[in-house]
């Protein structure tokens, strides 16, 4: 885990009120894996981080992708071009691929493509049979950067490719990854329950202390998004429990 | 700059917050020269699972917390963690939480002697299921039987975490004074409440939540300094301390020594900072030590 100030780089637009931006990080570049996340500061700004899931690496610099849903992320997608930001990450537990299945399916549903460019990369490098669908309410909402890969589109309306959601337009596979608003990894549940899912929750430090990001279990009590997450087995995670439509939602 | 806590020796004046540390082994990047002590995530004698989420919600300057007191209860805290703090090089003092004054007493005799704890911080914000859910510390009666019966079950130093949420600090400050307290720590969070205005409730499950940050600076400074104006034990300072000027505010106010907590959300560096830009500012006036600050600390 490091704690550094970098330079914010770019800024792109990659589908409706969606920006990916990037960060001069150079200790988190080199470590992070799919599905862990970085915990953005800057001053003025508010009072808590921000958590968000590294989208990209790219040389020194990694991206994140976001919306602007609250005050938080206005200011961020607000700022220049060699301003600073402090990051801390790489932060929590990944996807693991360790197991080394055959085929592996990535479902993602709106900013919950976060995290799987970087899925996408490592499942190709192992050698792995990949499909990625991604979803979103319409084509215009839709990031289409496929960084390479082949991805099934899913829109609710049809505007794109498959109509209907990312989860029903995925085929089955030895291993699923998902990431998306909380209801549709619910529904990745019910259908993969060994499913690797990253959750959206609240959070506060990003380091084990605060117990703010507290995710429900099916066995009962809770654990820390930012710690033993966000990444948890999807039959884990008592689904009607957790809390989405967050007011500075970074993945739904 | 080292101070002393009535008989408690610290080696910096700024220890971290119970609730805003863990037990100590998690927060990464800081360096632990800079700690005075800290104080344990509050611990009760069996495991609780805390409240359901949302749990936090960030307000202006600062930030309400509903977590319910979430913990591995007081055995796995002595098989896992006092072990670990017995190597330490700084004092740790368990925050310990209780349904009745019996449940404190008992966590007070397990702990007492066990290696690695250095002493108590009672948190007496918490219902009093004798007394119908009353909170211990907003009535002097049962703060004071709280803090005698961790007094009687133990030697170790008896610090009692004071709640603002009360009309006279110092009649509660004087109780537990009386009651057998080395000192006091002033003030745990501020009861607040924040509306979601898509869902039309509150933004935390539990409907209300302490608030802690920046925003309550001002009013723990005031607190502080009327705790430490009622009695003449020492008084640690704790609200909203994020830098080291804030830290020195609560040192003129009054307190011997400050806590710093929700600032370590933000930035794992906090205490360090706060530790060293103390150091920085005593050097620039010319303070040899923590004796040489001037206090505002009239008597009542």
Redesign the interface.
Known sequence: ?F?LDGALGGQRRVARDMFVISIEAPEIAASVRAGQFVNL?WSPG????RPFSVYRVDGDRIEIVLKAVGEGTSQLLAMSAGDRL?C?GPLGHGFDLSAGPKSIVLISGGLGVAPMPLAAGEARSRGMHLTWVHGARSSDELCTEADGHEVIWATDDGSKGFTGNAVAAAPDADLVLACGPNRMLAAVANRWPDAQVAVE?????G??????????LTG???DRAC?EGPVYRAAGVDWP???S?L??AVRA | MSVSVGAVKLRGPVLAASGTFGYGTEVPLLERRALGGMVSKGIFLRPRDGTAPPRIAETPSGMLNAIGLQGPGVEALIRDYAPRWAGWDFPVFVNINGESAAEYGELAARLDGVPGVAGFEINISCPNVDQGGLYFGNDPRAAAAVTEAVRRRTRLPVWVKLTPMVSDIGVIARAVEAAGADALCAINTFVGMSIDLNAYKPRLSFRTGGLSGPAIRPLAVHLAHQAARAVRIPVIGIGGIARAEDALEFMVAGCAAVQVGTATFANPRAIAEVHDGIASIFESKGFSSLADLPRYLPRD
């Open positions: 885990m704690l500061g508010p009072l808590l981080r402090s801390l929750t609240y959070m506060g430090c380091t084990g202390v605060c117990l703010g990001c507290a995710v429900p009962g009590g809770y710690k429990s957790l809390p439509h007011s500075y």
